[in-house]
């Protein structure tokens, strides 16, 4: 789709890797206590798939190793890499291991490959989309006034969203909204600001109107954006 210019002289392959989409998936069988927190679940399936015989196989370079295996099922003597995010993490591990099989490889947004787990890379990702959407989202709506009306300074649009979802409660629900429309994914995609713009002005307005603030309309943020 993102590259037309290629199609008339490249075949493109792209793989489910192991557990995923039609590949072949792992069933770990777990049990916990919802009294022992909020993720008392992901403890009790890390604890448990952690010791599966099949879990133990999906790996980044297991998953190299089938990239290859598919590489010579086609008959070809190399081939060209191109990963995102995650994907240059395995082309990492791929151009590692099978650097004798490639043409070309492109990697973007690129993971850091020295570290010893990509968790790293899933740390620094929180901070990376707060960056996004107080310097770029943030930005965007403040030129965009005429439509959300929110003012023309950035800082005070920031200020106010988050004094909007100071409370746990008006987090949660705010966070709600967030996955409902795939939020995350709109910090880094102006096609998406205005979505984002929408919302942003929609959970300002909500936090006005929550209790211990005057107003007839004295009702739980959760419940008053609810998306269906």
């Known amino acids: 789709m993102y590259t037309p210019e290629l199609r008339s002289t490249t075949n493109y392959v792209s793989f489910d890797q192991r557990g995923l989409g039609q590949s072949s998936h792992a069933e770990c069988k777990y049990e916990y206590d919802p009294a022992d927190g909020p993720s008392a679940a992901a403890k009790a399936i890390g604890e448990a798939c952690s010791k599966d015989a099949d879990v133990a196989t999906m790996t980044t370079e297991q998953a190299a190793y089938d990239m290859d295996f598919i590489r010579h099922l086609l008959g070809l003597d190399k081939v060209t890499y191109m990963g995102y995010s995650y994907g240059t993490w395995l082309g990492a591990w791929y151009g590692s291991l099978f650097s004798d099989n490639i043409e070309r490889m492109a990697l973007d947004s690129a993971t850091d490959s020295t570290q010893e787990s990509i968790q790293t890379l899933y740390n620094a990702a929180h901070e990376g989309r707060d960056r996004q959407f107080r310097l770029h989202t943030m930005n965007w709506i403040s030129r965009n006034d005429e439509v959300f009306g929110l003012g023309t300074d950035p800082e005070t649009i920031w200020k106010r969203y988050f004094a909007a979802t100071s409370t746990p409660e008006k987090s949660l629900a705010a966070q709600w909204s967030w ?15 205005r979505a984002a713009g929408s919302l942003v002005a929609g959970i300002i307005a909500e936090g006005r109107l929550l209790p211990n603030q005057s107003s007839p309309r004295n009702r739980p943020l959760a419940s008053s954006i609810r998306l269906s």
């Open 179 to 193: 996955n409902a429309v795939n939020g995350p994914a709109e910090f880094s995609n102006p096609i998406g600001y």
